[in-house]
């Protein structure tokens, strides 16, 4: 009995003894100086609570050095050994360890933050940074075989034997500058091909340079004078250009090149090809961009000087038994959308084997963890050598720029313009619009502009509630939305640009890339959700040198940090302001000229660098969606996006994804 009570009495003293230690370690910083308290004061005052379950680990570590952990080794060598059956205690778990740590990790952190606090400008800065490492972190784009391999490529692919004249060659670095600032362009890279100011200097086939002569086209736009040597040179690039500039052409013109030479030096055989590859977001674009390349094959084909090549369309809602005939034969250049392209990798109709061009047009949307990023990774993943990688937008938000780049070989950065401002040809007006006034407002702000007018709305059911309320006006209208046909879409989209119809109403489906030459007015019955679709929406109108008109309405249903980024937008490209969106601004605290100056310096900055500045040319706002008026810890796209995992996450722990 004597011996059970001293082994519990010398357990109480350890006991007390480590609890002491542990209040010394983690007791709540001392006050600052005051007068003498009494000893009855001191005694009542307790340390900082640590509970039984995270304290018991760090007992251990605690006790490591000093002399209480030599008499707790003497007292565990003398206590009488017991069987694992008749444990009391149960062992420690390494999660509790762990908990353990980061409880240790917590404090460390807030006596860092107690001892050094910073600025809430610099606590900003910080999470972009680590945002952006997390960016950079994700795997870039590589074939299976390549990331299996280890295989780095370091040096672009030449896809063609194309050269540009002497005269191009030998200008100095210098004075391709001076060319490049007489564009206002941004041109980041090292080694840059000089830009070509005329399409006789690209060398381009007779029949090509008629159909160019046909349309109208005399002379390059900025970005195909700039681009168009970069592509043939074989270089991998991203292109940043307002709507409506001829990025089509800049890669097109490159495509059927390409396929033409690979054609004459070695014919395709059954099966084979193709040798570029196109993707795009929605069927309609994909139909666009091939109506394009059909054009330029067929006049070459017509001139009776060259082969025959061979195109495919592949979107959803074509039947492609029809186009068997191609497939079996061989095609040449393919325009896809991402869905229907696995479908056909999958079941091996087609192969990615001899493709050496890979182009993605609104490439922010291909590469947006939010969009198609998964579904061009497992595209990529079918390629089973080197290619050539373009990509071109009218946005590139930083986040989707840096991890273009780490998937890029020595890439090239051309931004025609700013990529977070919209087309200056653009008159914007905003409306400050009561959301149940809003389609009787529609009526009198189309009746200010002759049609054809294209009016956005954010769901399908506003598109289909104004597409009736038109209607029954006797206006001329049509809709589309996802929840369409592919052949009701495909016929709106004839008759609009047709002039059968005066207006058009549609999700943002539309609003990216496609090109609708004689658009007066677009018209945002919604404020869109993210400042980029804003930019994409408007730009269906002023395109090819042309002016129009853009509206938008908004209430306090908006996104007030969207809101802030479109009055950062007006400002910058010097549109009339909107005392309601001034009193948003107001309210978050953001001085608009001040934003917009550090923007133009970080950009001045970036021209004086040349090629050794940044790529993308940055110059603050939301790192995640490029968005200048809000940071990345109050993005409303970061925001969706959290939703939208969380969401993932929850319903494959309930269908049982996460186990047994």
């Known amino acids: 009995m004597s011996s059970s009570s001293s082994i519990f009495a010398a357990r109480k003293r350890r006991l007390d003894e480590i609890d002491a230690l542990v209040s010394d370690t983690f007791k709540a910083p001392a006050p600052a100086p005051a007068a003498p308290a009494d000893a009855a004061d001191a005694a009542e005052e307790k340390p900082l609570f640590v509970p ?34 008749n444990r009391e205690v149960e062992e420690e778990k390494p999660v509790s360890t762990r908990r353990a740590d980061i409880f240790v990790e917590l404090l460390a952190k807030q006596k860092e933050e107690e001892l050094n606090p910073i600025t809430e400008e610099e606590r900003r800065r910080l999470e972009d940074e680590a945002l952006l490492k997390q960016i950079e972190a994700r795997k870039p784009l590589q074939a299976g075989r390549e990331f299996a391999d280890g295989i780095v490529y370091t040096e672009p692919l030449r896809v063609t034997a194309w ?51 046909k349309r109208g086209i005399k002379a390059p736009l900025t970005i195909q004078a700039i681009a168009l040597p970069i592509v043939m040179s074989g270089r991998d690039m991203i292109g940043i250009a307002a709507t409506g500039q001829g990025k089509t052409l800049a890669f097109a013109l490159p495509m059927v090149a390409l396929a033409m030479e690979a054609e004459i ?11 570029a590859l196109c993707i795009v977001p929605s069927k309609e674009l994909a139909t666009q961009i ?18 025959q090549l061979r195109s495919l369309l592949c979107i959803g809602g074509i039947n492609m038994n029809e186009q068997m005939d191609a497939l079996n034969r061989g095609v040449h250049i393919v325009v896809a959308t991402p869905g229907r392209l696995k479908d056909m990798l999958h079941r091996r109709r087609l192969n990615l084997d001899s493709c050496r061009m890979l182009v993605m047009d609104e490439a922010d949307r291909m590469l ?49 313009t700013k990529s977070s401002i919209a087309n200056s040809n653009i008159s914007q007006e905003v409306h400050y619009v009561p959301q149940v006034q809003k389609t009787t407002r529609l009526m009198d702000v189309l009746d200010t502009t002759p049609p054809p007018v294209l009016v956005f709305a954010q769901n399908k059911r506003d ?48 609003s990216k890339g496609l090109d609708f030459p004689n658009i ?45 980024d479109l009055s950062v937008l007006l400002y910058q490209a010097k549109q009339p302001g909107n005392l309601y969106l001034d009193q948003i601004c107001m309210e978050l605290g953001i001085d608009v000229p001040r934003v917009v100056a550090e923007m133009e310096s970080a950009d001045a900055a970036g021209d004086a660098s040349g090629a050794d500045g940044d790529l993308l040319g940055r110059g603050g706002g939301c790192v995640f969606c490029g968005g200048r008026g809000h940071t990345a810890n109050n993005c409303p796209k970061m925001l969706k996006e959290a939703r939208r995992v969380m969401a993932s996450a929850r319903a494959s722990d309930m269908s049982g994804g996460g186990g047994f």
């Open 368 to 416: 947006d963890p939010t969009g198609f990023e998964e579904d061009v990774r497992e595209i990529v993943s079918y390629f089973r050598g080197q290619r050539q990688t373009l990509l071109f937008s009218a946005t590139m938000p930083p986040t989707v720029g840096t991890f273009a780049q780490s998937s890029l070989v020595r890439p090239v950065v051309v931004n025609v």
């Open 163 to 213: 050269q540009p004249p002497r005269f191009l060659r030998e200008l100095s670095m210098e004075d391709r500058r001076k060319i490049w600032r007489s564009y206002h362009a941004q041109v980041r890279g090292d080694d840059v091909p000089a830009p070509a100011r005329r399409y006789e200097y690209l060398k381009f086939p007779t029949p090509i340079m008629d159909v160019l002569r």
């Open 290 to 307: 091939y109506d394009n390349c059909e054009e330029f094959c067929k006049a070459l084909v017509a001139s009776g000087r060259y082969p």
């Open 52 to 85: 039984r379950r995270q304290r018991d680990p760090l007992h251990r570590g605690v006790l490591a050095g000093s002399s209480l952990g030599a008499l707790a080794r003497a007292e565990a060598d003398a206590a009488p050994r017991q069987s694992v059956f």
């Open 520 to 564: 007066q007015h677009v018209i945002n019955f919604d404020m869109p959700d993210c400042i980029e679709n804003y930019i994409h929406r408007i730009g269906r109108t002023g395109r090819g040198g042309n002016s129009g008109v853009a509206s938008t309405f908004i209430n306090d249903e908006c996104d007030r940090n969207v809101l802030a």
């Open 463 to 510: 598109v289909n509630d104004i597409h009736e309320y038109l209607l029954a006006r006797g206006v001329a209208v049509d809709s589309i939305h996802g929840d369409r046909s592919s052949e009701e879409r495909t016929n709106a989209v004839r008759r609009f640009r047709a002039g059968d119809i005066d207006i058009l109403v549609a999700t943002d489906v539309m």
């Open 265 to 275: 030096r070695l014919p395709f055989v059954r099966g084979e090809g193709p040798h």
